[in-house]
Nanobody, 125 residues
């Protein structure tokens, strides 16, 4: 059974940082792209970032570019999201995702195949 389990969410103030982690189990994702999405209250789920299998290529939404950094450790089957200079509008449930088909080849960053259960990040003003 494939599982993606996020951790690292919490309550912080604007300007602070959080580091999210997502540990995969049930299979290795060392050959797959991984990503992060988020869903704010009353809004749809939105793409945040993705990283290719080797960690050499990344993509970010405009809203987080320059503030968030995605990385991965294939030996640990884990992907991270370092979130700096957080803003109240970053408040959301953050979901880890894994792609069966490389989104860097297809452009389909918005359709991963596996999802985690989410972790809440709340940024107060």
């Amino acid at each position: 059974q494939v599982r993606l389990v996020e951790s690292g969410g919490g309550l912080v103030q604007a300007g602070d940082s959080l580091r999210l982690s997502c540990a995969a189990s049930g299979r290795t994702f060392s050959g797959n792209a991984l990503g992060w999405f988020r869903q704010a209250p009353g809004k749809g789920r939105e793409f945040v970032s993705a990283i290719n299998w080797s960690g050499t290529v990344t993509r970010y939404s405009d809203s987080v570019k320059g503030r968030f950094t995605i990385s991965r450790d294939n030996a640990e089957n884990t992907v991270y999201l370092q979130m700096n200079r957080l803003r109240p509008e970053d408040t959301a449930v953050y979901y880890c995702a894994a792609y069966a088909v490389d989104p860097f080849s297809t452009g389909r960053y918005y359709a991963p195949d596996y999802w985690g259960q989410g972790t809440q990040a709340t940024v107060s003003s």
